[in-house]
Every structure is written in C-alpha cells, then in structure tokens.
C-alpha cells in the first residue's frame, strides 16, 4: 500500500482570542464566463490542497467587473457543511444574502442571477475575503421578494449553493471593480504604510 504523507497539522486557540461571527456588509459577484484566469490552491504531488489560502488573483476578461451587493448583514449568514462519502466527501458551501430592497434594480438583479453561474466574494467580521464558487463545481443560486407586511420587512433572498474541496477559501487578491480595486480589510491595513512617530 501506498504510504501518503500526513497534512494534519495542530490546531491550537488561545483563550480570549475573540471570533467575530458574521460576514460584513458589501459582498462582490462576478458569472464565470468573464474569470480570464483563476487563483490557485497550493497543492502536494498527490494533488490535496496544502492551504486554504488561494495563491494569485482573479483575472477578468477585458472591460469585465466584479458587481456588489449591499446586504443587511444581521440576517445574512456564510455556512459549509461536508456532503458525500469517503473517499469523495466534499463541502457545501451555502450564502443565505439579504439585500434590504425590491426596486426594479434588485428584480433584474435577481432574474439574472436565477440563470448565471456566479461566484461570490464576502468578508468575514476578520476582515477576511472568502470565496464561494469555483472551477470544478457549478454554483447555484435561487433568489426570492418579500414585499412585507405590517412591521416585517420587504427584501430580496439569495440563496446560494456550490460544492467545494474545502469550506469558503481564503482569498487574498485584488477585485476589480467599476469603482476601483479593493482589497479585503486585512490586506489593506497590511499594505498601509506605517509612520513611525518622531522622538
């Protein structure tokens, strides 16, 4: 039999160190017909992931885009659960976006995204950017409107599913949108320069 060299590494927590629940409130998508060249996962010559952390950025083809969303992130949530059996098992990686809004601009969004292989973006309360979607695996995604009633609110739901290896990677990369490039807010603090104060 094959000997395969253990990557389980230790996992240790300090005690006090908080873990900020959520996810913040601009999320990023792009459909996959427009991703010119993906990040990577670092991977052994066996071919499992060596880090959860994708290595590159996100290459779109010309005059392409990333869009957001802005959602209330009180009622949005990122999950992943395993699915399958050994030695296939995988995850399901889920978005649950609430987008605080019914206008003619959240409807055509939504009837879009209903037909479109889309990946998402979303940050972590970390600052963390983490991925939904990916080459391998098509995303799904349903939408819904709520138009409320009385004091409960109206909104659009959307709802996304997508296998992956791993839970939501890492992605430390640039993101390209019609507003600018934007890093994740643990990148962006790291590349800002540091002023030593005068003595």
């Keep these: 039999m094959r000997e395969c060299p253990a990557l389980q590494k230790s996992l240790d927590w300090c005690d006090g160190v908080p873990q900020y629940p959520g996810i913040r409130r601009r999320i990023y998508s792009c459909n996959k017909n427009l991703i010119a060249k993906w990040p990577t996962l670092p991977r052994d010559?066996?071919?499992?992931?060596?880090?959860?952390?994708?290595?590159?950025?996100?290459?779109?083809?010309?005059?392409?885009?990333?869009?957001?969303?802005?959602?209330?992130?009180?009622?949005?949530?990122?999950?992943?659960?395993?699915?399958?059996?050994?030695?296939?098992?995988?995850?399901?990686?889920?978005?649950?976006?609430?987008?605080?809004?019914?206008?003619?601009?959240?409807t055509l969004a939504a009837g879009y995204l209903n037909n479109?292989?889309?990946?998402y973006i979303v940050e972590d309360m970390a600052g963390n950017f983490r991925v939904v979607g990916n080459e391998k695996w098509p995303t799904k995604t349903t939408t819904s409107q709520d138009n409320g009633q009385g004091t409960s609110p109206a909104g659009t739901t959307i709802n996304v599913e997508v296998t992956?290896?791993?839970?939501?990677?890492?992605?430390?990369?640039?993101?390209?949108?019609?507003?600018?490039?934007?890093?994740?807010?643990?990148?962006?603090?790291?590349?800002?320069?540091?002023v030593n104060p005068s003595h």
């Design 45 to 106: 010559n066996y071919g499992r992931p060596t880090s959860a952390k994708y290595v590159g950025d996100f290459e779109l083809v010309a005059d392409a885009k990333w869009q957001y969303v802005d959602i209330n992130p009180d009622k949005s949530k990122l999950t992943s659960e395993p699915q399958g059996e050994a030695p296939s098992q995988t995850q399901l990686n889920k978005l649950e976006l609430l987008h605080n809004g019914v206008d003619d601009e959240a």
């Design 116 to 119: 479109s292989d889309t990946v």
């Design 164 to 194: 992956d290896e791993l839970a939501a990677p890492f992605y430390e990369g640039v993101v390209e949108t019609e507003d600018g490039d934007v890093y994740s807010s643990k990148v962006a603090a790291s590349q800002t320069p540091q």
